[in-house]
């Protein structure tokens, strides 16, 4: 009798049979890039170097990310530079920044971004030693000469240290929007005097104000029009304080890529001036007698520009177009080419891929020195300043996220039952039921797995229809959805996937999938010296159903991964997301009410761990989140306290109050993810730098029931 006729031949079933407990049954399950792990010898034979192929992490993190011999994810932060004793490991800074502080951790919770100066740093010289080597090989009589725009990553941090890396080569920022500028003007009075201010984006009386003080205060401010009409305000207020400004314009090509990226681009683009109204600028601007103004030409072919074939064809109809305007007697000085340098987020460098491109620094920098010469060659005009606004190439190697997996779920086993209950069982299906049933266990003798599945279908749906009418009970339909299952399982057609529950809101931290299916690499940062031996899922702590993750890079809707400790439990099994250091932060929302993510910036050093953290900052806390949505903490905390007073059993101290009191001012104060009690430490932040407030502390306010009211949250507050 085939293995599978065990599992449905009741006839025969012994006292106390189990259904889903038949060992004989085969496991023919498909290989789909996990391998079974019950072999101690297949385990031995796995490798830190086949993760890296498994997970592709040298193709998409080269030359940053590298699996080690430890089996954890490094972080190499000079790039191909970094010597080997200069690789930082990943699990490690987690240990140091998680672990209680009486262990000398910082006491943070998770999820965690991890800020890497040194990789950012990297990433701008590289970005500019790629145009220095072009701008050489090709005999450009200019230079490159970029910005950052900071709408990608507007972190103080992450934009001083941008300005502070790029000041030797003259490296500026692009702001979008009145705030942008404002930090913007506030973080180049630090930089280079050469370093451009480039304001784009749309405009009105006071952000156009702002960029005229920004050129009084002698910063190199370039005020560029999104639409004709601001053209009108920059005269009439520039007339009014008595500056000159440097004005661009944003042209709207014919070049377009396309796709999602690409949709703000071409004649019917969000943004620019078409060449109708460029011409219109040019004219009002010579009868005021401020031609001379008119500096640069800007232009965006949209993001994750696929190949350096669409670029050159973008480039050269915006250099026709400068050449237009020389030719008209603007004093044309720069081409600002925009965005677009993109990333390769699947390390499948391909073309026909939004989340990948087939051109790497050098070819992108490359493609656009020998454009723009060749095109302004022909028209005998000098050859510009090339400025970029490579936000997305710049920042998103520099973070990395890492969030934990605190659950996964089981495979469900089927209730035991004797054959006396199943014959009672049996007898309470309907004949209709009892005929799939019948048929089901005919099918299963002669191994025919197709009509197994058939009647295991027909005699599930039965039985969910007499639950429903109430004459079948919860044990057996139980029954009946373990048979099924067990079924599915012995024939090979049942779903292997195990969803991993992730601490985490993917609507925080990981907006841009939610929103546009953006897919970026997610590993796990340890365990890689071993054999995942499942494929999962992960689902956030959100209650929305939209809150999981189930793409991942190579067009996968599962990853592989471990089994978690403590029999899919629990465990500290740690996830890291990669490339998501431009925008993620800045789009997140508060979905039900959870915040961002905890931050510490680590930079190489000697030490013995190879890094330093030198800044750790806490995620919202409860409260935080709560004054987003315009409550009030503090009003509430007392609201609940005076009602424990009136409800609860107070004793002559008035401990339980004070107990109670400081369990509450924990809720509020700690951050709203899940915390794990081996390392629960309350964190509070102020404006001067980071505060620690532990669990014994709030006992010991507790037990003395000393503090006041006031000074129970201020406490806590810090």
Not at 360 to 389: F, N, Q, W
Request: aromatic share 8%.
């Amino acid at each position: 009798m085939p293995a599978l006729a065990c599992c449905v031949d009741a006839a025969v079933a012994p006292p106390s049979y189990a259904f889903a407990g038949d060992s004989s049954l085969p496991a023919p399950v498909p290989f789909s890039g996990v391998f079974p792990a019950t072999a101690s010898a297949a385990a031995a034979a796995w490798s830190t170097s086949l993760s890296n192929d498994l997970y592709r992490i040298d193709a998409w993190g080269g030359p940053y990310f590298t699996a080690n011999s430890s089996g954890n994810v490094s972080v190499r932060p000079y790039g191909s530079g970094t010597m080997p004793h200069q690789e930082i490991d990943l699990l490690k800074i987690v240990k140091k920044v998680s672990d209680p502080k009486s262990e000398s951790g910082l006491g943070l919770q998770l999820p965690l971004i991890v800020r890497f100066p040194d990789v950012l740093k990297n990433r701008l010289e590289s970005l500019q030693g790629a145009f220095d080597f072009a701008v050489q090989s090709q005999d450009y009589g200019s230079h490159y000469q970029g910005v950052y725009p900071v709408k990608c990553n507007q972190d103080r941090f992450v934009v001083e240290d941008i300005v502070r890396f790029g000041k030797p080569f003259r490296f500026g920022l692009e702001a979008g929007s009145k705030p942008e500028l404002l930090l913007a003007m506030s973080c180049l009075c630090k930089g280079n005097p050469e370093s451009l201010l480039v304001c784009n984006g749309f405009k009105d009386f006071e952000y156009i104000s702002l960029a005229l003080m920004a050129r009084k205060l002698e910063l190199n401010t370039v005020i560029v029009l999104e639409q004709e009409e601001e053209l009108d305000l920059v005269i009439e207020l520039s007339k009014k304080l008595g500056v000159r400004p440097v004005i661009g314009a944003r042209a709207k090509l014919r070049t377009k890529h396309s796709g999602h990226f690409g949709s703000t681009s071409g004649e019917k683009g969000k943004f620019g001036l078409t060449t109708i109204q460029i011409l219109r600028v040019v004219k009002k601007l010579e009868q005021v007698g401020m031609l001379d103004c008119f500096q640069l030409l800007h232009f965006h072919i949209g993001s994750q520009i696929p190949t350096t074939a669409l670029l050159a064809d973008g480039v050269s109809e915006a250099a026709q177009i400068y050449c237009e305007l020389v030719r008209l007697g603007a004093h044309m000085k720069v081409i600002d080419i925009g965005g677009g340098l993109g990333l390769d987020y699947d390390g499948s460098k391909s073309s026909d891929s939004e989340i990948s491109v087939s051109y790497g620094l050098e070819e992108y920098a490359m493609a656009v020195v020998r454009t723009i010469r060749y095109v302004c060659d022909r028209r005998s005009v000098k050859h510009p300043v090339i400025c970029s606004e490579s936000g997305r190439a710049i920042v998103s190697h520099h973070s990395v996220l890492i969030f934990e997996a605190v659950s996964a779920s089981a495979c469900d086993v089927a209730p035991s039952m004797s054959a006396f209950a199943l014959q009672y069982f049996i007898e309470g299906l309907t004949e209709e039921a009892r005929a799939d049933y019948r048929n089901l266990s005919a099918a299963a003798i002669r191994g025919e797995h197709e009509a197994c599945l058939t009647y295991a279908d027909q005699l599930k749906q039965r039985c969910v229809d007499q639950f429903k009418e109430g004459s079948l009970g919860i044990e057996q339909l139980a029954t009946v959805d373990g048979l099924c299952d067990l079924v599915s399982k012995a024939i090979g057609a049942s779903d292997s996937v195990r969803t991993y529950n992730v601490n985490l809101s993917v609507f925080t931290s990981i907006p841009d999938f939610w929103g546009i299916g953006q897919l970026f690499p997610i590993v796990p940062i340890h365990r890689l010296d071993q054999r995942p031996a499942v494929r999962g899922v992960l689902s956030d702590l959100t209650c929305d159903s939209d809150g999981k993750i189930n793409k991942f890079i190579g067009g996968e809707s599962s990853l592989p991964l471990h089994e978690l400790e403590g029999n899919g439990s629990g465990g500290r099994y740690y996830l890291g997301m990669f490339l998501g250091g431009a925008y993620e932060e800045a789009l997140g929302g508060v979905h039900n009410l959870f915040g961002g993510p905890s931050v510490v910036r680590v930079s190489q050093s000697d030490g013995p761990y190879s890094f330093a953290v030198t800044r750790a900052v806490p995620g919202p806390s409860c409260a935080d989140v709560l004054r987003v949505m315009q409550h009030e903490p503090e009003l509430m905390f007392e609201t609940l306290k005076h009602r424990a007073e009136e409800c609860g059993e107070v004793d002559e101290d008035g401990m339980a109050n004070s107990a109670l009191a400081a369990s509450l001012a924990r809720s509020f104060h700690n951050m709203p993810y899940l915390s794990v009690a081996s390392s629960c430490c309350l964190t509070a932040m102020n404006n001067h730098g980071l505060y620690y407030c532990s669990e014994d502390d709030y006992d010991i306010v507790a037990d003395s029931g000393a503090a006041g009211e006031e000074e129970q949250w201020s406490y806590c507050c810090a």
